[in-house]
């Protein structure tokens, strides 16, 4: 995900190589070399594999919990910053406030972005809620959402039992009711944007997690974006 103030544009997360992220960033009309930084919220391959490379490519620096750092899929880096979960810093006009999510991972963290104005927060790979992770949604401007699975096409599915439960389970992703429940626990009051995303191919649609988005919001289907895995999401403008 690319996320912009006036003067400032950071990555965060990169599971792709430098070609395919070179090639999404057209789609956007963004250079590569407008990249300030890099956020990384996780070690996971889906949210790293591409970080070191894109890093060394255009000499930036990583910015990472301890333990999300300590990754050896991330290579060598040019530079990199360690971040404490619960401490705000700066990059450049962006104040990023980072919060610790309940993941399977050495020392995961999700970010609320804030440029003085407004607040984007964003939300992936956390199996359950907690009560401060609701505080840090709560008032946003715009929300990035995890919707991974239907918990019946889960249940249906061919994953392995234990794949299943990692999934389902408090540190793994949370489902369509999950975060359907978590928006009704927040202010959503300034919320000029929701984007479903992190959708599992397999056991969610996207018709699904946006059904059950707009009844926990009582708001129009498709009002409800969602981030697609093959074709992205475009630029959103928070107001």
């Known amino acids: 995900m690319l996320i912009e103030s006036r003067q400032t544009r950071v990555l965060l997360d990169n599971g792709f190589s430098v070609r395919e992220s070179n090639k999404r960033m057209a ?13 990384v919220t996780h070690e996971h391959s889906d949210h790293i594999n591409g970080v070191g490379a894109f890093a060394r490519k255009y000499n930036l620096t990583v910015y990472g919990t301890k333990g999300t750092l300590a990754s050896r899929r991330l290579g060598e880096l ?39 104005n407004r607040r984007l927060a ?26 991974n699975h239907d918990l019946d096409m889960l249940e249906d599915g061919d994953y392995p039992y234990s794949v299943k439960m990692r999934v389902a389970g408090d540190y793994g992703h949370l489902n369509n009711e999950q975060a359907a429940t978590l928006l009704q626990s927040i202010d959503t009051s300034s919320l000029q944007h929701i984007v479903a995303a992190h959708i599992s191919e397999k056991h969610n649609t996207q018709t699904l997690a946006q059904q ?21 999401l475009d630029w959103r403008d928070v107001n």
């Open 27 to 39: 789609l956007l009309g963004v250079d590569p070399e407008s990249i300030d930084a890099i956020l």
């Open 78 to 116: 040019p530079a990199s910053k360690v971040i404490n979960s619960h401490k705000a810093f700066t990059i450049g006009d962006l104040e990023l406030n980072p919060f610790p999510v309940p993941h399977d991972a050495k020392e995961p963290c999700q970010f609320v972005f804030n440029d003085g």
């Open 122 to 147: 964003i939300l992936t790979d956390t199996g359950s809620s907690t009560s401060h992770i609701e505080n840090q949604l709560s008032g946003c401007d715009a929300l990035v959402l995890e919707c």
């Open 212 to 232: 059950t988005l707009s009844a926990a919001l009582s708001c129009q289907q498709d009002w409800i974006a969602v981030a697609d895995q093959q074709f992205g």
